[in-house]
């Protein structure tokens, strides 16, 4: 390594962890203040490609194609937001209803039933053995007795906090509608205003930067509905072979939450197998353990070289990426992990030619 690569190395390094630092303290001190603005930004910014579309068919005098396009979006957006709300309440209040009976009527009798399996078992070995494992698996039937009787206290808590601050929430929102709304309309003025402020030098570099930020999120995105589509027909289909109803609702959910990696598809299916594994069905509870090590075991290969692909990044940058992004940052890691990776490399494009760089896709660290 000569003596410049050297000091790129470092610079990169430097760089790397100064963002990251910067990024924390953004997301631990700041972003409760500016998330309306971040939203209301990022959606003004999704929806332009959406409005430049209708552009083309739809010949409308100043600003009213941007207007008719977030406004559908957010009629569209409530519409969707009040199906499904609809339809969890009436599946929560009705699986609140149903678990008392279900747990005393079928789950503890089948736990008592194992406890004195174990308890015979484990005489032959020690009597103190058997009090001990006897003991804790009463507990452990007690405490879920417990928790289950007391479900609907939690839910009525939950459902008290979420309304005591309903007004903040409301704000929030009205904020961030408001201001999607206005950077809509005035997206152009907007960026003219920031360009004006610039020398003239620097306004190149920053319609590439603009443009190349644009572009990375959007790849970003559409690596994950990607990821979501893959997972969504990998569930389906083993549901259907497995012949549970619901196959599709369940295989969307699942499809959803296998981006968040704090819950992804285990925390669906292997609940759901263990339970299954209680009710002695043993068939679907072995089916839905190998359904979830088949999606994990391909979404952790297929997710590298995906966001990697779409960023132009190495997989073994993207999922180093990826894990620090997440220890860090939580959910929200995975996707501003990568954004870094690809930050600097366009600043090391920018030290040879960006334009030329960043064209031509260069690899980082190749």
């Given at each position: 390594?000569t003596?410049?690569?050297?000091?790129?190395?470092?610079?990169?390094v430097?760089?790397?962890?100064?963002?990251y630092?910067?990024?924390?303290?953004?997301?631990?001190?700041?972003?409760h203040?500016?998330?309306?603005?971040?939203?209301?930004?990022?959606i003004?910014?999704?929806?332009?490609?959406?409005?430049?579309?209708?552009?083309?068919?739809?010949?409308?005098?100043?600003?009213?194609?941007?207007?008719?396009?977030?406004?559908?979006?957010?009629?569209?957006?409530?519409?969707?937001?009040?199906?499904?709300?609809?339809?969890?309440?009436?599946q929560?209040?009705?699986?609140?209803?149903?678990?008392?009976?279900?747990?005393?009527?079928?789950?503890?009798?089948?736990?008592?039933?194992?406890?004195?399996?174990?308890?015979?078992?484990?005489?032959?070995?020690?009597?103190n053995?058997?009090?001990?494992?006897?003991?804790?698996i009463?507990?452990?039937?007690?405490?879920?007795?417990?928790?289950i009787k007391n479900?609907?206290?939690?839910?009525?808590?939950?459902?008290t906090?979420l309304?005591?601050?309903?007004?903040?929430?409301?704000?929030?929102?009205?904020?961030?509608?408001?201001?999607?709304?206005?950077?809509?309309l005035?997206?152009?003025n907007?960026?003219?205003?920031?360009?004006?402020?610039?020398?003239e030098?620097?306004?190149?570099?920053?319609?590439?930067?603009?443009?190349?930020?644009?572009?990375?999120?959007?790849?970003?995105?559409?690596?994950?509905?990607?990821?979501?589509?893959?997972?969504?027909?990998?569930?389906?289909?083993?549901?259907?072979?497995?012949?549970?109803?619901?196959?599709?609702p369940?295989?969307?959910?699942?499809?959803?939450?296998d981006?968040?990696?704090?819950?992804?598809?285990?925390?669906?299916?292997?609940?759901?197998?263990?339970?299954?594994?209680?009710?002695?069905?043993?068939?679907?509870?072995?089916?839905?353990?190998?359904?979830?090590?088949?999606?994990t075991?391909?979404?952790?290969?297929?997710?590298?070289?995906?966001v990697?692909?779409?960023?132009?990044?190495?997989?073994?940058?993207?999922?180093?990426?990826?894990?620090?992004?997440?220890?860090?940052?939580?959910?929200a890691?995975?996707i501003?992990?990568?954004?870094?990776?690809?930050?600097?490399?366009?600043?090391?494009?920018?030290?040879?030619?960006?334009?030329?760089?960043?064209?031509?896709?260069?690899?980082?660290?190749?």
């Open positions: 390594m003596e410049s690569e050297k000091k790129k190395f470092i610079l990169d430097a760089f790397i962890v100064t963002v630092a910067v990024l924390y303290f953004i997301f631990v001190y700041v972003i203040w500016v998330m309306p603005f971040i939203v209301g930004f990022l003004a910014l999704a929806l332009r490609p959406v409005t430049r579309f209708v552009n083309r068919f739809v010949k409308s005098i100043g600003k009213g194609v941007a207007l008719f396009v977030i406004t559908m979006f957010y009629v569209v957006l409530a519409i969707i937001i009040w199906f499904l709300t609809s339809f969890f309440i009436t929560i209040s009705g699986l609140i209803h149903t678990m008392p009976r279900l747990y005393f009527n079928r789950i503890e009798p089948v736990l008592l039933e194992f406890n004195d399996w174990v308890v015979q078992n484990a005489e032959t070995l020690s009597p053995v058997a009090s001990t494992i006897s003991q804790i009463t507990n452990g039937i007690n405490y879920l007795a417990d928790f479900i609907s206290i939690s839910f009525v808590q939950l459902a906090r309304i005591s601050n309903f007004p903040l929430y409301l704000i929030s929102v009205i904020f961030t509608i408001v201001l999607s709304v206005f950077i809509s005035e997206y152009d907007i960026t003219a205003f920031f360009r004006r402020q610039m020398p030098k620097f306004k190149d570099t920053f319609e590439e930067a603009r443009k190349f930020i644009t572009g990375t999120l959007w790849k970003m995105i559409k690596s994950y509905i990607l990821i979501m589509i893959i997972t969504f027909i990998e569930t389906f289909t083993g549901l259907s072979i497995l012949k549970v109803n619901y196959a599709l369940i295989a969307a959910i699942i499809a959803v939450l981006v968040m990696p704090v819950l992804g598809t285990g925390g669906v299916l292997i609940p759901w197998a263990i339970f299954e594994f209680i009710l002695k069905n043993y068939f679907l509870g072995f089916g839905l353990l190998a359904l979830y090590i088949a999606v075991v391909i979404r952790h290969i297929i997710e590298p070289r995906i990697g692909h779409q960023i132009g990044l190495h997989p073994i940058i993207t999922i180093t990426a990826m894990y620090a992004g997440l220890r860090l940052f939580s959910v890691g995975v501003l992990g990568p954004i870094v990776a690809i930050t600097v490399k366009y600043l090391n494009c920018l030290n040879d030619e960006i334009l030329h760089c960043v064209r031509n896709d260069a690899p980082l660290y190749s």
